[in-house]
């Protein structure tokens, strides 16, 4: 085919498609701007979906890390709060252009009047305030997904990326919990019961495999990329993508550069470790954007952040349709998804946000992808994965 013709067939594809985004990020007022569209309004406004042909986009009800304490407990509550009250008021703005789906009908119907749906994630168990029943008030204000970790590990599970705490300056251990703890073992269960999706995303190797060996239900990685590819703790490993395949669940890509880029080269990663002595940080990551926020002085900081970025170089959707194509080739195309993590530096040439949801259609299809792949990597995985679970669920 002519580029012209697989623009066009890739245009027809995307039309009939239900584009789905498994994760993205709320913008918040206190947002860092380098996480935004070069206009500084989220990669995932309005304006932007409707020219990217978006249909649904999970917003991520996350939660940073803190203090582990009743305090820093009740501040991360209040942070989701603020959070879904965003959302909600967005969506009241949009004047019936954008619609939350709490169920695959919801979304089936929303698709069907040309409205855009928004679906509530959720990121990090410190705002269930050690309490599994909490679980429960976050489904009822609409959230189905839901990813007991971020950054640091929690009361509920580790985390694949331990935390620097700066206030005393050390390391998180590399475990804490060997995975989930009671309280996430119980989550799980709860979660099952409501008839929510599970999102592994984040979780430590450990925490990942005990979900799974635990769940009733089908899950997700809303936006994990391949380890083999690019290694990097964040990143799932073989085994966690066969096991999430048996599972007949979906692996969601991520357009994020530093977890798309391979740091196997030798001298890369000599690189990478030169400037992160030189910035003072801790050089037990080869992986150049990882616990860097020791660095106190924010004109060091952003000094350290563009040296390392300038090492690694840029990424295009080439490489986020290799990740694709290894997953695919791995545990086959029922399985493979795409989750942006726009707002949270994301976002890669030819994919800067969601406006640019065409261009992997177009990619998919150079690739050699049939229209009933590429709708399966964009909603179908997705929607067969919330059916399956919708059908378990003992909330009915």
């Known amino acids: 085919m002519t580029e012209q013709e697989i623009t066009i067939l890739a245009q027809k ?80 703005e949009s004047e019936g252009t954008l619609v939350l789906s709490k169920s695959v ?41 839901f990813g007991l970790n971020h950054l640091g590990h929690n009361d509920f599970s580790d985390s694949s990326r331990p935390f620097f705490d700066g206030e005393t300056g050390r390391y ?47 899950v997700i990685a809303s936006h994990s990329n391949v380890l083999a590819i690019s290694d990097v703790t964040r990143n799932i490993s073989d085994e966690e993508i066969d096991l999430i395949g048996k599972n007949g669940g979906v692996v969601h890509i991520a357009p994020f550069r530093a977890y798309l880029l391979g740091y196997s080269d030798p001298n890369l990663v000599a690189e990478i470790k030169t400037a992160r002595r030189a910035a003072g940080v801790s050089e037990k990551y080869s992986y150049p954007f990882e616990l860097y926020w020791e660095i106190a002085d924010l004109t060091k900081r952003y000094a350290f952040l563009k040296s390392v970025s300038d090492i690694i170089g840029p990424a295009d959707v080439d490489n986020l349709i290799d990740h694709i194509d290894y997953v695919v080739k791995r545990i086959g195309i029922n399985h493979v998804g795409i989750g942006t993590d726009f707002n949270h530096g994301s976002g890669i040439d030819g994919y800067v946000d969601a406006a640019d949801a ?19 990597i964009w909603g179908g995985n997705f929607l067969r994965v919330f059916k399956a679970v919708e059908k378990k669920s003992s909330n009915k």
């Open 13 to 92: 594809i995307h039309e009939e498609a239900l584009v789905l985004d498994a994760h993205a990020d709320i913008a918040t007022p206190t947002i860092s701007p380098t996480f935004l569209s070069a206009d500084g309004l989220s990669k995932v406004d309005i304006t932007k979906l409707t020219v990217g042909g978006v249909g649904a986009v999970v917003m991520s009800v996350a939660v940073a890390p803190g203090p582990r304490t009743a305090e820093g407990d009740a501040a991360a509550r209040t942070e989701a709060n603020e959070k879904l009250t965003i959302v909600n008021q967005l969506i009241k």
């Open 358 to 376: 065409l261009n992997v259609t177009i990619g998919l299809v150079q690739r050699g992808y049939s229209a009933k792949d590429i709708e399966k």
């Open 172 to 218: 998180e251990p590399d475990s804490e919990h060997g995975g989930l703890s009671t309280l996430g073992k119980a989550a799980v269960k709860r979660l099952n019961q409501l008839g929510a999706i599970i999102d592994v995303s984040q979780l430590s190797k450990q925490a990942t495999l005990q979900t799974l060996a635990l769940t009733t239900a089908p």
């Open 105 to 145: 009908a919801d979304l089936v119907k929303a698709k069907a009047n040309n409205q855009i749906s928004f679906i509530l994630g959720f990121q990090n168990a410190r705002s269930l305030e050690k309490n599994v029943s909490t679980i429960d008030s976050f489904y009822n204000a609409g959230v189905r997904i």
